[in-house]
């Protein structure tokens, strides 16, 4: 997470997802957290998605057929994060 200058954080995500049948589906995204809130988040404490804005722009790669789809789609996320927790979350959309 890089903070700029105007007080929003800029995400800048690679991963790699283990599905429950052992497929392989490569993640990258980038996206943004803002709000007035966004230091609390940052400091730890447990703030309510609704305080701050979180959305990213997630792209998928994998050999797997199962979840080949993933390769031709364009998606939008909505995050929220509990860093007391080490838990950030998703809700994931697929564009169309």
């Known amino acids: 997470l890089l903070v700029r200058s105007d007080g929003a954080g800029q995400l800048d995500v690679r991963i790699t997802i283990k599905t ?13 957290v803002a709000g007035d809130a966004l230091p609390r988040v940052l400091g730890g404490e ?41 838990w950030v979350g998703y809700k994931v959309y697929e564009v169309g």
């Open 20 to 32: 429950d049948d052992e497929a392989l589906i490569y993640m990258r995204y980038e996206g943004i």
């Open 46 to 86: 447990a703030v309510p998605p609704a305080d701050y804005y979180f959305r990213t722009t997630p792209y998928f790669e994998t050999s797997s057929d199962k979840y080949a789809w993933l390769n031709k789609i364009v998606a939008v996320g909505v995050g929220q994060v509990d860093l007391s927790k080490g």
